[in-house]
Nanobody
């Protein structure tokens, strides 16, 4: 099973983007999903996660109130809506799947290839 993330791009500060991540080659619809990001010269960090039935959602403090995670289990797709983007949000964004809802990178079993978000004026 593979995850593929897409939707990144170059935007100006204050603008919005929606990232999507779909599973292929099998189903991950019963898995908990998360988004991480890795900025230039930085370690990969947690952004948001959502449980399989959407009952539990976590956000990093740096994105709470600006980013929204959601999922469509029928499409086996997880989304990340990014609003009010800032230059410090510039990073490669990765989606991932875990057997339980978690913020810990090491708990995720499946990873997408990443999609680049660049915020610059």
């Amino acid at each position: 099973v593979q995850l593929q993330a897409f939707g990144g791009g170059l935007v100006q500060p204050g603008e919005s983007l929606r990232l999507s991540c779909a599973a292929s080659g099998g189903s991950l619809s019963t898995y908990n999903k998360g988004w991480f990001r890795q900025g230039p010269g930085k370690e990969r960090e947690f952004v948001a996660s959502i449980s399989k039935k959407r009952g539990t959602i976590y956000y990093a403090d740096s994105v709470r109130g600006r980013f929204t995670i959601s999922r469509d289990n029928a499409k086996d797709t997880v989304y990340l809506q990014l609003t009010d983007l800032k230059p410090q949000d510039t990073a490669v964004y990765y989606c991932a799947a875990a057997a339980f809802v978690t913020k810990r990178l090491e708990d995720y079993e499946y990873w997408g290839q990443g999609t680049l978000v660049t915020v610059s004026s």
